[in-house]
């Protein structure tokens, strides 16, 4: 193909991203664990070959922004760039992303998957345009904001990895989930990711109990959660397992975001009727919990084979959610909290949600 021919295809199809050859955008740059975020100018990459590059519009934060920007959690060389949830426009694609992804000039949902790329500067969230695999960008509709769409990413994946790891199958059919008299617990159903795991349970089919704080169980039921217990109570266990009881279900499948594998443990123990029952847990393990038999408790963690993980994310954010929120079966959540500032109110952001929030997903708009 002629270099000219190539240019004039490239433009069309988006592929060629000579528009940011020179162009340079604001980024909030970490120079080392424990230090503040520092905004400065970074130059515009151009996508590799499945790359999509992304003009971000909001950001959400996650907590393990901070565990990054304070410990250097999963970090192994600096300066980096971090963030992991994006709502945004596509600019440009690299030459081997599939012509089914988003065109330039869609609106977009994107993960930046920052945990397996080590915080590298060009492919994290917290900055004005950002590198994301294909795997990982899904059209928004039209209704949705930049702010609603920044919030799904990290909760979706989690949730969906949380499933594949106890070994629930990729599948974009609900009947494909034999959940006759089946229930699933969900602890902490009021984060970000439990909201995920809640809707992605009831969409499965599952009676889906939750924990949350007594405020947030009305807005659970919202989602699906057939019950909500608050956890703060002395009773919490007791009373799960009397209501599956009552409700005739048996509780096989947990999804704890919030380290309570040992209430979990016993709820399952006593409700699951001889099967092997399965715990996903999004709070890393600390190797002393207490062994139940019948009761395994997985790590929510993706594949180490890239090839396996990019073909998980796709499922997930390519198909999945892709489909589902053209449908109107998956809604972002918690409550959304705008913190005004833009990138530079990341720093305030992100101490704010470690303080701890209730039912709430932080936003910053760009
Ligand atoms: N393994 C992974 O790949 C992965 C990925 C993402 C996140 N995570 C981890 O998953 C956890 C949740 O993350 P997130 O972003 O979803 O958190 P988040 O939204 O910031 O969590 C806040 C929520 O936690 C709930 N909560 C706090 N303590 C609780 C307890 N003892 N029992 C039940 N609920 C409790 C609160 O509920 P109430 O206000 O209703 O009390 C609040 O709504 C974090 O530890 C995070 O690091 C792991």
Known sequence: ???????LKDTVTGHSD???????????????????????????????????????????????DYYQRDMGFALSSYPVVIGSDIG??????????????????????????????????????????????????TPIPDKMSFDEAAMMGMAIVTAWTGWWAIGMPLETDPSMYATDKKALLVWGGSSSVGSAAVQTARWMGYTVYATASEKNH?????LGA???????????????????KADGVRIDYAYDTAGASAQI??????????????V???????????????????????????????????????????????????????????????LDALNKGLDKLKAGVSGTKLVVEL
Request: aromatic share 6%.
């Open 265 to 278: 443990t016993e709820v399952l123990k006593a409700s699951k009727g001889g099967r092997i029952a399965k």
């Open 18 to 64: 000579t528009s940011s050859r020179n162009s340079r955008h604001r980024a909030a740059v970490l120079y080392y664990k424990g230090e503040h975020l520092k905004i400065e100018s970074r130059k515009t990459p151009a996508p590799g070959p499945n790359d999509i590059l992304i003009e971000v519009k909001a950001i959400a934060l996650n907590p393990i």
């Open 218 to 222: 009305e807005y659970l039921k919202s």
């Open 88 to 137: 945004g426009i596509v600019t440009s694609h690299g030459s081997s992303v599939p012509s089914s992804a988003p065109k330039p000039g869609t609106r977009v949902a994107a993960f930046a998957p920052t945990f397996h790329l080590q915080g590298e500067p060009d492919r994290g969230a917290f900055q004005e345009k950002a590198l994301i695999p294909a795997s990982l960008v």
């Open 280 to 342: 996903a847990e999004a709070v890393p393990l600390s190797g002393n919990e207490a062994k139940v038999d019948g009761v395994d408790v997985t790590f929510v963690t993706a594949s180490q084979d890239e090839k396996e993980r990019d073909a998980m994310f796709s499922f997930i954010m390519n198909k999945w959610l892709t489909d589902k929120l053209a449908l109107g079966e998956f809604v972002p959540s918690p409550h959304l909290e705008v913190i005004e500032g833009g």
């Open 1 to 7: 193909m002629s270099s000219l021919v190539k240019k």
């Open 226 to 244: 057939r019950d909500v217990f608050d956890y703060k109570k002395k009773d919490v266990v007791d009373s799960i397992i009397k209501t599956a």
